[in-house]
């Protein structure tokens, strides 16, 4: 199942023996075995403990199938943590299989690995009694899914369009999104208020720096002179130096003209740059706007700039007004 079907899962079926959290959002993770140690586990001290799952091998996997058998002191269930974990088949056979065949009713196995196991390693998600959460990088859908089922059950709704809103100006971090999510409700509970807005996220949720520059570039696709300074006004007045401003919009244009020459569709391409499939989505859409051409010429103006700031030719602010200049009204 998706991380965001999991409480309304636990909601409904209790406590299941195992559980496998797989994927590389750290923040579905912690928070899944956070929801779990919430309500079964009472005492950290006594009922609680946690593995490096590297350091399990061979005989000293019996350590482990001993701290899920043991039974608990005060909690209701006894907690067992352990971290990549990806034993060998043949370790799973000689040490596993009666623990995860017949799992204690008093213990629960808490399995949390960043990715599936190489060649040689056993499934583990296929294994008998274990409960698989699938903790990968989310797309855009399911993020809002997650910022619409959170305001919903603090009782406020926030349609598709401002999810979206919030999803983007955090550009889809589900670390910050929860906080941002989370800063908003509170807004809402002191406020009274039953619906978020698009202006209510404005007033309260910063965009991040990336965002603004997705911004800047879109402003330029659409040859907005007005829109663009604008953005460049408020990264400017928010920490953002002319230096740091045109060094990120160089890795931003280089990184739209590595995306348009790749094939295949967002997944591949995501795979292809080691990025994120919503940043791959958005960039694809993005490059589109310009062009191959274009965008290599966007970069090169932009990189010589940097160059010449390094080389003390040129002076930073002048640096980015001769950029702007170039970008907008020369051919």
Known sequence: MKYVDFKKFTDENG?????????????????????????????????????????LKGEKLKQLVDAVNCFPFISEKRFVRVTEFYPTEKDFETYLKPLFDNPPATSILCIQNSAKGKAGTSSLSKKPHVTYVDCGRSDEETIKKWIFITCKRAGVYADGITCGKIASYCIYDMARISKETEKLLAYAEA???????????????????????????NALARKNYSAYMRVVKDLTTRGFNETTLLSSLASYFKNLYEVSLCRGGDREVAATLGIKEYAAKKNREQA?????????????????????????????????????????FEK
Request: with cysteine.
């Open 15 to 55: 406590a299941q023996p195992i559980y496998l959290f797989e994927g590389e959002e750290v923040y579905f993770k912690e928070k899944g075995e956070a929801l779990l140690k919430e309500r079964y586990l009472q005492d950290k001290t006594l009922d609680y403990s946690a593995f490096d799952g590297s350091t």
């Open 191 to 217: 406020e009274g208020i039953e619906k978020l807005t698009d202006e209510v996220v404005d007033g309260l949720v910063y965009p991040d720096s990336e965002y603004k520059i997705y911004e800047l570039a």
């Open 288 to 328: 589109q706007k310009f062009g191959k051409e274009r965008l290599l010429e966007l970069y090169t103006t932009v990189y010589n700039a940097i160059s010449g700031i390094k080389c003390g030719e040129i002076a930073p602010a002048s640096a980015l007004k001769a950029v702007t200049a170039k970008l907008f």
